[in-house]
């Protein structure tokens, strides 16, 4: 069973297009994150959700938009996708205070 | 700004050489430390969490320790297996989110 599920693992797609990641978590936490890894393999936090609420958005252009329809849900919408928005994308999850456990991520290349 | 530095970017050794990582961090509160394993193409797995100044953890061949400035991970005898990235996180106090370091590239040949 995986803990933390993202699809798609890849998604190659042109400048100006909405894309969408989805990402699931079976483990009753009550955060989930979205993490952008760019090619310098550094991790940075884009957004944080506690019991479906926004907690954290790290100055993040609007473009990218992030919805929980639940808990166990945290999906990422992106408008108008510039080829700079290409990275691996995880989505994490935590329960309060404890450790995050991460996807495997989702390779978007913008060509 | 909290901010977390790891050394060395990468590291080669043999099997079996000891060695440590380092992660130093400055941060206005912290919460807790993080260590992580990250194998190519996958996500982040967890390894350790520190929450005090002299606390120390185990698993297997990595022990990782704790300072008020800096944290280390010391591999002993390390395997090919343990060849991966490893990443360094803090958790600031008050904030739901990991400051991530840059990591360092662990190769171990046979």
């Known amino acids: 069973d995986t803990a933390v599920s993202q699809t798609p693992k890849y998604l190659v797609t042109q400048m100006g297009n909405d894309k969408s990641i989805k990402c699931e978590q079976n483990?009753?936490?009550?955060?989930m994150y979205w993490y952008k890894q760019d090619s310098k393999k550094f991790l940075k936090i884009m957004f944080s959700?506690?019991?479906?609420?926004?907690?954290i958005n790290e100055t993040v252009p609007n473009r990218f938009s992030p919805k929980s329809p639940d808990k166990a849900h945290l999906n990422l919408h992106i408008n108008s996708l510039e080829l700079g928005d290409s990275a691996v994308y995880f989505c994490?999850?935590?329960?309060?205070?404890?450790?995050?456990?991460f996807g495997q991520g989702t390779r978007l290349t913008v060509v | 700004e909290d901010q977390v530095t790891q050394s060395p970017e990468a590291l080669r050794l043999q099997e079996g050489e000891s060695s440590s990582l380092n992660c130093s961090y400055t941060?206005?509160?912290?919460?807790?430390l993080f260590w992580y394993r990250q194998d190519p193409g996958k996500g982040p797995e967890f390894l350790f969490t520190?929450?005090?100044a002299g606390e120390e953890k185990e698993k297997e061949r990595l022990k990782a320790t704790l300072t008020k400035k800096e944290s280390f991970l010391h591999i002993t005898a390390p395997k090919p297996e343990d060849s991966a990235t490893y990443l360094c996180?803090?958790?600031?106090?008050?904030?739901?989110?990991?400051?991530f370091g840059q990591g360092t590239r662990l190769t171990i040949n046979p």
């Open positions: 941060v206005s509160g912290l919460r807790g």
């Open positions: 520190l929450y005090s």
């Open positions: 994490a999850s935590s329960q309060t205070r404890t450790e995050a456990f």
């Open positions: 996180a803090v958790e600031p106090q008050g904030a739901q989110k990991l400051v």
């Open positions: 483990l009753g936490h009550d955060t």
């Open positions: 959700y506690n019991n479906k609420e926004l907690i």
